[in-house]
Nanobody
């Protein structure tokens, strides 16, 4: 069973940066694709970025391309999300998740989730 714990969220002004981390415990972290999702108040959970088990393939939703970067360090059982040029509309709870197959945009394809970390961007 993989357990995921996110950290790194906080309050930042528009244009600022944050780096989110997600540490995994349990076996076989390197066998999982990983994804970052976010959920704003009153909205559904939205795919942000994904990365394959090896780190060789990454994906991002259009609204964050060029601003957010996903990466992973399998030796540290950690996946990261670098958030640059933040906008107020990026405000949400950010979740990391693990998927046994490819990192898709569908939350239902992920079978392990963290508790989330709040990112708030002020204008």
């Amino acid at each position: 069973q993989v357990q995921l714990v996110e950290s790194g969220g906080g309050l930042v002004q528009a244009g600022g940066s944050l780096r989110l981390s997600c540490v995994a415990s349990g076996p076989s972290f390197s066998r999982y694709s990983m994804g970052w999702f976010r959920q704003a108040p009153g909205k559904g959970r939205e795919f942000v970025a994904g990365i394959s088990w090896s780190g060789g393939s990454t994906y991002a939703t259009d609204s964050v391309k060029g601003r957010f970067t996903i990466s992973r360090d399998n030796a540290k059982n950690t996946v990261y999300l670098q958030l640059n040029s933040l906008k107020p509309e990026d405000t949400a709870v950010y979740y990391c998740a693990a998927a046994p197959l490819l990192p898709t945009i569908r939350p239902s394809d992920y079978n392990h989730w963290g508790q989330g970390t709040q990112v708030t961007v002020s204008s």
